[in-house]
């Protein structure tokens, strides 16, 4: 009986690492996604980002830019599934989520970043 317990181990390692050379070979590292980046000069304050976000990740917040008091995307990164749509709705193309993806904090509080915080 162990032997047949250990050959079928060893199987399930080999198609493991077998499918880990793949997934490297595909490209998909090119596909991952990270913490948002948003550029204030462009954004319009349409608030389709906040719309469209299914976990209600993003939220409209007062911030002074260079032109007076605009509605600008605040991100819980905490919320976030990285799903990219609020990338794809943006018109102006403001919002994009970046290749960083190496973010860690404490408190809970640390993933509310402000528009400030996501140039």
Same mark, same amino acid.
């Given at each position: 009986?162990?032997?047949?317990?250990?050959?079928?181990?060893?199987? +399930?390692?080999? @198609?493991r690492s077998a499918a880990l050379e793949?997934?490297?070979?595909?490209?998909?590292?090119n596909a991952s996604r990270g913490i948002h980046k948003l550029d204030m000069k462009?954004?319009?304050?349409?608030?389709a980002c906040a719309d469209?976000?299914?976990?209600?990740?993003?939220?409209?917040?007062e911030t002074e830019t260079? +032109?007076?008091? @605009?509605?600008?995307?605040e991100i819980n990164l905490d919320r976030c599934l990285f799903c990219a749509l609020c990338e794809e709705v943006c018109?102006?193309?403001?919002l994009t989520l970046t290749k960083d993806y190496s973010f860690e904090g404490y408190d809970r509080r640390e993933f509310i970043k402000r528009p400030e915080e996501l140039e």
């Amino acid at each position: 009986m162990l032997p047949k317990q250990l050959a079928n181990i060893t199987s +399930r390692l080999i @198609k493991r690492s077998a499918a880990l050379e793949r997934l490297k070979n595909s490209g998909a590292e090119n596909a991952s996604r990270g913490i948002h980046k948003l550029d204030m000069k462009t954004c319009t304050s349409c608030s389709a980002c906040a719309d469209i976000c299914p976990n209600d990740t993003i939220a409209m917040v007062e911030t002074e830019t260079e +032109r007076g008091t @605009k509605l600008m995307p605040e991100i819980n990164l905490d919320r976030c599934l990285f799903c990219a749509l609020c990338e794809e709705v943006c018109p102006p193309k403001c919002l994009t989520l970046t290749k960083d993806y190496s973010f860690e904090g404490y408190d809970r509080r640390e993933f509310i970043k402000r528009p400030e915080e996501l140039e």
